[in-house]
């Protein structure tokens, strides 16, 4: 079984949907949990890190955490056509050490 | 945020050869780096943590020998692929991190091996 588990899509919308980007674990030591984006051929960049349970706010951006379910999400409100790319959620049990889901894959259509 | 320079941002070499890959950050001192491997369609995998001054730590599975990183200077490490071989072609992945815990990543480099 992985640390992280995430559904790699391919997950397709139309503009202005929301979206909910999923990941569940299995270490319950996990303390730090991240949402990455990542557009082809380039490096992850942080949209948003949340440090143990709750809710996290951020524009159009939400992240949850439920350390009871070890389940994680990140919504994405009114989507956009730029918001198109792969999303990675990540976690780590101390400050540095990340572990990251698998990465999904999704296209907001115009 | 932090910024994070790769180089070369791709690279074409012939089986057998050696291959380096330098990463930098650019606006901050990185006491720690890391490596990272991506396949297609995959996660990003570590394979290995660098201190400035030290020696690299490798994750499980990962060949030291063929991996070569050396973190000189608090902004410049580097990972050397020695003897590549088609298998080692991948994207690969730095990121630093200063005096916290977030990691800033660079743009990363798609090795050919052919």
Known sequence: QKEVEQDPGPLSVPEGAIVSLNCTYSNSAFQYFMWYRQYSRKGPELLMYTYSSGNKEDGRFTAQVDKSSKYISLFIRDSQPSDSATYLCAMARGAQKLVFGQGTRLTINP | ?114
């Open chain 2, 1 to 114: 945020g932090a910024v994070v320079s790769q180089h070369p941002s791709r690279v074409i070499c012939k089986s057998g050869t050696s291959v380096k890959i330098e990463c930098r950050s650019l606006d901050f001192q990185a006491t720690t780096m890391f490596w990272y491997r991506q396949f297609p369609k995959q996660s990003l995998m570590l394979m290995a943590t660098s201190n400035e001054g030290s020696k690299a730590t490798y994750e499980q599975g990962v060949e030291k020998d063929k991996f070569l990183i050396n973190h000189a200077s608090l902004t410049l490490s580097t990972l050397t692929v020695t003897s590549a071989h088609p298998e080692d072609s991948s994207f690969y992945i730095c990121s630093a991190s200063g005096s916290d815990w977030e990691q800033f990543f660079g743009p990363g480099t798609r090795l050919t091996v052919l």
